[in-house]
């Protein structure tokens, strides 16, 4: 302010006429350009003089970090230590799911670390997180066994964690009995007992072997008879003194 012991002063940003023009802060005294960073999301703006006091106006001065890929807080970095991060996280943590926590990555906020609910399977987990283990888990009621020969399929049961085949009929041993027993697409073949020596032994017969024959047990033609000691006089021959070789006429 002017008196009559002082003369205009150069104006400033105060509220006062100091060069005693009758206007206070004329001319917007004071004002500086790139009063704030321009690093990050912060950018500058100009300091202006609003009632009496020097303001930024225009600019950016940053905030506190988040995860959003930014340089919120202008110091250089990005997603640095952003607030939020390390909070419990997921679906569930009942049977074979667990929490996870929060992370940033890429931007944006992530749960790490997470075990969710999965495809309930019989193994006396429970893989779908529903409190209870093996409950109609998808690989029971498949089709199980063979349909070869004998064997009819059954359809697979969860017991105690574990897929049992049940319903079906399974191979046995071969028999004679022109079935495919053991339902290896084969009918009669290695029968148990076949190959045994059967036949009286004695005599003029020789043993045979037992043979699996049209759904019956058979003897092997090995066995066979001797023939007669004594010779067949209408096939015999004798030879004449001069070396001739003539059939005897039957007696």
């Keep these: 302010m002017c008196n009559d012991n002082t003369g205009p002063n150069i104006e400033i940003c105060n509220g006062l006429d100091e060069d005693c023009d ?31 006091s020097l303001m930024c106006i225009g600019g950016n001065a940053g905030t506190g970090e988040a995860c959003n890929g930014l340089d919120d807080d202008c110091d250089g970095v990005v997603d640095d230590n952003p607030g939020g991060l390390g909070l419990s996280c997921g679906t569930t943590d009942v049977g074979e799911c667990s929490f996870g926590s929060t992370i940033c990555s890429n931007g944006t906020v992530q749960c790490a670390g997470e ?103 058979s003897v092997s033609r090995d066995e066979r008879r001797h023939r007669d000691l004594q010779p067949d006089r209408r096939r015999l021959r004798r030879h004449d003194r001069r070396g001739r070789s003539v059939r005897r006429r039957h007696l």
Excluded: H, Y
């Design 22 to 52: 009758a206007m206070t802060d004329e001319g917007n005294p004071g004002a500086v350009a790139r009063a704030a960073s321009g690093i990050g999301v912060c950018t500058p703006g100009t300091l202006t003089c609003t009632g009496g």
């Design 115 to 217: 075990i969710g609910p999965a495809t309930e399977v019989c193994n006396s987990l429970d893989d779908d997180c529903d409190g209870t283990a093996d409950d109609m888990p998808v690989d029971a009621g498949q089709v199980c066994g063979s349909s070869i020969g004998a064997c009819d399929p059954g359809a697979f049961v969860c017991t105690m964690g574990m897929l049992v085949c049940t319903g079906g009929v399974g191979p046995t041993a071969e028999a004679c009995n022109a079935i495919d027993d053991d339902c290896d697409g084969k009918v009669d073949e290695m029968v148990p007992g076949e190959g045994l020596a059967c036949g009286a032994g004695m005599g003029p017969c020789s043993g045979g072997l037992t043979k699996c024959i049209m759904a019956r047990w």
